[in-house]
């Protein structure tokens, strides 16, 4: 079945520090990604997304490429602030599974200042 | 505009009883799926509902049952509660998968 698998944290760095946070998946087809984020106590965010190869998807320094060849979306920021401090998931959603998302298990984000 | 709109945030219920949550998708949004937080399993996805009908279902006992209406909100309904059912519940709402889906706040259940 289809899978995301995501790097363990908790990743620790320090402000203004270059952010990475891998992502690989599994899936027939040509699913669409995403990356979400989640503040303490609150839902998801939608952080950026791309639908197919090669695609960008970007917001608020954020950005992801889609790797078909490597079936990777990396999240990078080049500078991250105390307030980024989170848990990030990455998501797809396969061609064949309707609507559904399958997620990644979340990788929790410490920013000090 | 609205976000999605949960209620209740906070649930105490005790083992056996049962419990019904509510969505209020984006208004336009005529899909709504449901997913359950919890610290073991991560994300799982219960089911989705699309104009009324349920389109996709995720691999949950019977005990979880929703519905939408014909104004596009949506209940959950767990019947005879464990006290592995203690979540956080996520409902989401999209126009469609490509675009994304905007998630509400969550209702945290917790079952004693």
């Known amino acids: 079945g289809d899978s995301v698998t995501q790097m363990e944290g908790p990743v620790t760095l320090s402000e203004e520090a270059f952010l990475t946070i891998n992502c690989t998946y599994t899936a027939t087809g040509y699913p669409s990604l995403f990356w979400y984020v989640q503040y303490p106590g609150e839902g998801l965010q939608l952080l950026l997304k791309a639908t197919k190869a090669d695609d960008k998807g970007s917001n608020k320094g954020f950005e992801a490429t889609y790797r078909k060849e490597t079936t990777s979306f990396h999240l990078e920021k080049g500078s991250v602030q105390v307030s980024d401090s989170a848990?990030?998931?990455?998501?797809?959603?396969?061609?064949?599974?309707?609507?559904?998302?399958?997620?990644?298990?979340?990788?929790?984000?410490?920013v000090k200042p | 505009k609205a976000?999605?709109?949960?209620?209740?945030?906070?649930?105490?219920?005790?083992?056996?009883?049962?419990?019904?949550?509510?969505c209020s998708p984006i208004s336009g949004h005529r899909s709504v799926s449901?997913?359950?937080?919890?610290?073991?399993?991560?994300?799982?996805?219960?089911?989705?509902?699309?104009?009324e009908t349920q389109r996709n279902k995720g691999n949950f006992p019977g005990r979880f049952?929703?519905?939408?209406?014909?104004n596009s909100r949506s209940e959950m309904?767990?019947?005879?509660?464990?006290?592995?059912?203690?979540?956080?519940?996520?409902?989401?709402?999209s126009l469609s998968v490509n675009y994304g889906y905007t998630f509400g706040?969550?209702?945290?259940?917790?079952?004693?």
């Open chain 1, 87 to 110: 848990v990030y998931f990455c998501a797809l959603s396969a061609v064949n599974a309707g609507n559904m998302l399958t997620f990644g298990g979340g990788t929790r984000l410490m």
């Open chain 2, 34 to 51: 449901w997913y359950q937080q919890t610290p073991g399993q991560g994300l799982q996805f219960l089911f989705e509902y699309f104009s």
């Open chain 2, 3 to 22: 976000g999605v709109t949960q209620t209740p945030r906070y649930l105490i219920k005790t083992r056996g009883q049962q419990v019904t949550l509510s």
């Open chain 2, 65 to 70: 049952s929703g519905r939408q209406f014909s």
């Open chain 2, 77 to 93: 309904n767990v019947s005879t509660l464990e006290l592995g059912d203690s979540a956080l519940y996520l409902c989401a709402s």
């Open chain 2, 105 to 112: 706040s969550g209702t945290r259940l917790t079952v004693v």
